[in-house]
């Protein structure tokens, strides 16, 4: 069973952070060579699959859509007044979609 766990931590690690050959050759260094070209010939054909099951576990768990957002960027010209200026330098607003209901976020 662990090796079944490390596998597919292994995989989602690949995939997930999109890392070259060379490092997923690196990561496999203490595992035989034919065992290496193995685990490495899955991952190339199978990528797209994982990528897609990895897009859909993370879809399950937060089912919002981003359709929009708008950014502004305010530039304080005197950095000793910026800890008297009591107002956010960066607004991100952020349309969402959650099951068809609309959501507008502000972070500030």
Do not use: H
């Not at 990528?47 to 993370?58: E, H, M, S, W, Y």
């Amino acid at each position: 069973m662990e090796v079944l766990d490390e596998t597919a931590s292994y995989f989602r690690k690949m995939v997930g952070k999109d890392l070259s050959e060379e490092e997923a050759v690196r990561l496999l260094a203490e595992l035989n060579p034919d065992t290496q070209r193995a685990a490495l010939t899955c991952l190339k054909a199978r990528k797209p699959d994982i990528r897609q099951a990895l897009v859909g576990n993370t879809n399950a768990i937060c089912s919002s859509q981003l359709l929009n957002f708008d950014w502004q960027l305010k530039l304080a010209l005197s950095s000793d007044k910026l800890s008297m200026l009591q107002m956010p330098l960066l607004n991100l607003d952020l349309d969402l979609s959650k099951d068809g209901d609309l959501k507008f976020t502000s972070i500030c």
